[in-house]
């Protein structure tokens, strides 16, 4: 079994800064590509930042120059710093993680339960 957990959301004034982790635990052979997306309310789940095992990103342009995301292959665990958050950042914030289990022939997508933020004007 797999799990993914998030922490670190919550209330912050527009301008300020959060920091997301999720960690990924149980039987685990490897982990390649680790992101975080957000669903606002009233909206599709979009892209935020993806990062590979090498340390290559990708993000979303709201996310470019203000979010840094970071991986710890060791630890597997996978944080999202934003910065100069705005109103519009508002969302539940998912974790994902594409992982190859010890038991299973194929990588398999996961999904944390999601972590609130929300950022006040």
């Known amino acids: 079994q797999v799990q993914l957990v998030e922490s670190g959301g919550g209330l912050v004034q527009a301008g300020g800064s959060l920091r997301l982790s999720c960690a990924a635990s149980g039987s685990i052979r490897s982990i390649n590509a680790m992101g975080w997306y957000r669903q606002a309310p009233g909206k599709q789940r979009e892209l935020v930042a993806t990062i590979t095992y090498g340390g290559s990103t990708n993000y979303a342009d709201s996310a470019k120059g203000r979010f840094t995301i970071s991986r710890d292959n060791a630890k597997n665990t996978v944080n999202l710093t934003m910065n100069s958050l705005k109103p519009e950042d508002t969302a539940v914030y998912y974790c994902?993680?594409?992982?190859?289990?010890?038991?299973?022939?194929?990588?398999?997508?996961?999904w944390g339960q999601g972590t609130q933020v929300t950022v006040s004007s």
């Open positions: 994902n993680a594409d992982i190859w289990g010890r038991t299973t022939a194929l990588p398999k997508a996961y």
